[in-house]
């Protein structure tokens, strides 16, 4: 589920991979059918968008 993918997430933000070229300073990591994009902060990660797999990050991490 999304919950226990972003759960896992926290507790492991170096999953993620960079997408920097998309977003700045950012993350993203599959979850299924869905993919979450973040950025890691001091303490936590912040989720910027969770996208299904036809929509473009191009378009939505503007």
Avoid: W
Avoid at 15 to 27: A, K
Avoid at 32 to 55: D, P, R
């Amino acid at each position: 589920t999304l919950l226990s993918g972003f759960q896992m997430l926290a507790d492991n933000p170096d999953l993620g991979r960079s997408c920097h070229e998309i977003y700045s300073n950012g993350f993203y990591f599959p979850i299924g059918k869905h993919t979450a994009y973040f950025t890691k902060e001091e303490n936590f990660i912040l989720i910027v968008a969770v996208l299904g797999q036809s929509q473009l990050p191009q378009i939505h991490l503007k």
